[in-house]
């Protein structure tokens, strides 16, 4: 029997980031990056193996990317998420989750399915701030558009839950139907904690480039996670990587098969990011203007502003989070495709005013 795939529906673009990698210049350390040196192949950081399990994995700090295999291509961004934004993810759906579905091969409905026991909630794109930051940066690293993305599916595993091993994209008549082309190109799997025994994410047709590597974490999974030949333990704050497609952009890549291991002990929290070859959803979804958006989040905004809260109560009020960014004139309406615009407001505009700025 053919796995089911997971709720949703992948392929293209993908040339350049593997350009992109093959070309990064073979330095092996750098100063603390900064600005665009933050990103991908920058300081040849495209493969640098860290035993999972010894010091330096616990050490938070840095953003390095290793990858772990070309076929499929998949790659670890260190430290992808920080640790706030992690329990942030968290925070947003732990109270609402309710049990995975997955799509029937052959009808493309949705359907509960012992493949897949895990439970979670969707966070919709750009829906404040930390999301959108968090949906810009994996645009900047996937080189894919932020449009592309489906919105966040936050998973939580525990007492033996899992998914078994599935491939991403669709092939059902309703996701793929006639001859479209629309399909899921990529997978980014953010690991909101940590797990302490099992729930590793399992690639078992995988070609690891450092299978010694994967031998020597081997005493250290669980059945599942040892089974196949790549084995990728959670860690709070990291994000795997893998492609669905060949880099043609239309092939799907079968080595992309994965599988959330049973979590054996602890609770596993993933966020899943699909990301498509086409824009996904609905037509003009504009992730700058969500994130830049000048709206009230209280029906007290008036009278806080009236109060004084604005200064009185800054770290509250405004800024990106900012419960009242209207009422205390921290940002203005702009135009569509106002970059200028829509970039001012992804800052205070009233402290630059209080600093002297126009
Ligand atoms: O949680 C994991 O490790 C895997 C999740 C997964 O397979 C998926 O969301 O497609």
Not at 83 to 103: G, M, P
Not at 238 to 264: E, N, Q, V, Y
Request: hydrophobic share 35%; aromatic share 6%.
């Amino acid at each position: 029997m053919r796995p089911a795939r997971p709720h949703g529906r992948a392929a293209a673009g993908l040339l350049v980031l593997a350009a992109l990698l093959a070309c990064a210049p073979a330095r092996s350390s750098a100063a603390a990056p900064t600005g665009d040196e933050r990103f991908i192949g920058w300081s040849g950081e495209t493969y640098r193996p860290v035993n999972p399990l010894e010091k330096e994995a616990k050490d938070h700090s840095r953003r390095w990317i290793e990858t772990i295999s070309w076929r499929p291509r998949a790659y670890i961004f260190h430290n992808f998420l920080s640790q706030n934004e992690a329990d942030y993810v968290v925070k947003l759906v732990e109270k609402k989750v309710t049990r995975s579905h997955v799509v029937d091969v052959k009808t493309g409905v949705n359907k509960m399915d012992e493949i897949r026991t895990s439970w979670g909630g969707a966070i919709d794109r750009g829906v404040d701030p930390v999301i959108s930051a968090i949906e810009n940066r994996i645009a900047e690293w996937t080189h894919l558009p932020p449009e592309n993305q489906e919105p966040i599916q936050v998973l939580r595993y525990n007492d033996g839950q899992k998914y078994d091993a599935h491939w991403d994209w669709f092939d059902d008549p309703v996701h793929t139907p006639g001859n479209t082309t629309d399909n899921r190109a990529a997978t980014v799997l953010m690991y909101l904690g940590e797990v302490e025994e099992g729930g590793e994410t399992a690639l078992p047709i995988a070609v690891p480039l450092d299978a010694a590597r994967q031998g020597r974490i081997k005493p250290h999974l669980s059945k599942c996670g040892a089974n196949g030949t790549l084995a990728v333990v959670p860690r709070k704050g990291d994000a795997l990587l893998f492609w669905d497609m060949l880099p043609d952009g239309k092939t799907i890549c079968r080595r992309s098969l994965h599988a959330s291991c049973p979590t054996l002990k602890g609770t596993k929290w993933t966020a899943t990011k699909w990301i498509h070859n086409k824009p996904y959803g609905i037509d003009g979804y504009n992730p700058l203007r969500l994130a830049a958006r000048c709206a009230d989040q209280l029906p007290e905004c008036g009278a806080l502003a009236a109060g004084g809260a604005c200064d009185a109560r800054p770290a509250e009020m405004l800024g990106l989070l900012g419960k009242c960014r209207r009422a205390c004139q921290d940002c203005v309406d702009c135009a569509e495709n106002d970059l200028v615009c829509l970039r001012g407001n992804m800052r205070s505009r009233r402290r630059r005013r209080q600093a002297g700025y126009a």
